[in-house]
């Protein structure tokens, strides 16, 4: 797989910075202390990978600019508020290596400033569909909020020890980080005012497909990335004993001595010996190949969904990002 | 004063049952143990005040019926959304005499089945639009939970004791409780599909005054109240240190020596011979009658809002149910 890195890397810094300057206009708008705290995490920054897709699916359509740009950002604030409320549940303490609005503002403050950001979410939504002329971009953020809630409560019921299979699994990550990329692909097409039922499945297929490519390279990452790179502790995953895609790809081969994994797995006094252990295990058992190649997988479907579109600047943004999700180191 | 209240009564129970079954058939359809725990709070029943409104000011316009059902499921999800959420902030543990949804699922689970009931609420609102063929529906309803979301902000800040005006505390109120019956009025009034602002801006009022009336009668209820009637305990706000409207009013007296009441507000360990005193302090005051009159001049401005509309049943409908919201002891 080839594609233009820079190229990519260049448009969603100039796509994050856009978002960036909008979400710093709300906050300037409302000066009350819980626009304070709802705004402390957007404000923090981040890829805005969402509104990359929002944007250049609305381009690869002809949609309407501005509606684009308030449903970009309406699915960004939806992410943000999916964040705050998951770290209240999760209780991490630092995420995007700042604290987290509870540990910052308190648990109450935090439920409320999550709840203020699905607010705008709509708020924002309800503009682009009036912008556009537009009918279906707040029935699909509503749907998928619905699937990120499920998504979370799988992904809690899944931590708490159940046992846990490949399909399971691949449905919780839909559910709870693929299904907004899916729709932040949807309502990108919704912005052209008209509907194409054919077009809006294959963006939907496109966005589905590139969320999972994401979700499974962040994945991987998080037990064979460089920790110099990706900014996180050797083999975190492993000592969380968290059930990602390599660790379940792991745990289900059959007549495999598997001890090497479980003695560092969710063993959060596991030495730095038991790790580095456990992650050349699972290379061994060639788990790390696998991962990779259900990653591209994914990302090639997510290109394929694509094809029926004719050629364009947006079609190979959004071809690209599919690349880079996967080519990513950090 | 003077309306027919077992025709009110009647009315308010015919619209709870058809709330009651649609809520019923939409949990039905789905499940998922999320939706259990979403839908535990909702199945509960309550007096679907808010659906009240939203049905009869759309009849009010002759507005779309189906469209109304919708946005009045919409008003009543969003409206149990903000009491599962609440009930974790203000840790009660106890609403409708059943136990509340976080000590029922935990606390995780509870703040995911909030959010379900939040993405419900927006896609009957999206629906209600749909249907109607109206824009501004979803609009309202991400307002509202804007306002409910700093009104619950403000409670919980007037609770840890900061200085409280009466003023303050309408403001508070207004957000937290009459912006949703505001908001259910003016969305059964976009039930019609076409804006007529000055219909509009009626509506808007009657619900705004008609909610700081309802919650105003509560405020007195709660302390001057029968609690063979209410089902609460003898003063329950004044043990609780609730800085309600009566409280307030006492607290705004000057010169006065204020010792009968502060000595048992907010403390739990008083005597019931505390409280009595208190109470009967409290009405030596005029403080009952000043409560009243209050929760009766908001419901005069809003029957006298609906006086632009030519008389109809649904306009003695809503004029009645103000009328009720200040006669009601329960």
């Known amino acids: 797989m080839s594609y233009d890195e820079p190229r990519i890397i260049e448009e969603v810094n100039r796509i994050a910075k856009a978002i960036d300057r909008e979400i710093a206009r709300i906050e300037v708008s409302n000066r009350g202390s819980l626009y304070r705290a709802a705004f402390y995490l957007p404000k923090l920054g981040g890829k805005r990978m969402r509104p990359f897709v929002v944007l250049n699916s609305s381009h690869l359509v002809r949609g309407h600019e501005e509606a684009a740009f308030s449903a970009a950002l309406a699915v960004e604030l939806l992410h943000n508020f999916t964040l705050v409320h998951d770290d209240i549940m999760d209780r991490d303490e630092y995420r995007r290596n700042h604290k987290t609005t509870h540990v910052v503002y308190g648990e109450a403050t935090a439920i409320l400033a999550g709840d203020l950001l699905f607010s705008k979410a709509f708020e924002e939504a309800a503009k682009a569909e009036e912008l556009s002329g537009a009918r279906g971009i707040v029935k699909e953020l509503a749907l998928s909020s619905e699937k990120i809630a499920e998504g979370q409560f799988l992904d809690i019921s899944f931590e708490r020890g159940e046992k846990v299979s490949l399909d399971d699994y691949l449905e919780m990550i839909y559910l709870k980080t693929a299904a907004l990329y899916e729709t932040s692909a949807v309502v990108g097409g919704l912005t052209a005012g008209r509907y194409d039922q054919d077009r809006l499945r294959m963006l939907s297929e496109f966005g ?109 943004l959004l071809s690209g990002l599919a690349y880079y999700a996967v080519a990513r180191d950090r």
């Open 208 to 316: 589905r497909n590139l969320g999972l490519a994401f979700q499974i390279r962040d994945d991987y990452l998080g037990v064979f990335g460089d920790s110099a790179i990706t900014g996180k502790p050797v083999g975190n995953d492993i000592l969380r004993g968290k059930k990602s895609a390599p660790i379940l790809l792991a745990l289900s081969k059959e007549n495999v001595d598997l001890s090497p994994l479980k003695r560092a797995l969710g063993n959060p006094r596991s030495t730095h010996d038991d790790v580095v252990q456990a992650i050349d295990f699972l290379r061994r058992l060639g788990v790390d190949t696998e991962c990779r190649r259900m990653a591209d997988e994914f990302a090639r479907r997510a290109v394929d969904s694509l094809s029926p579109f004719e050629d364009s600047d947006a079609k190979s």
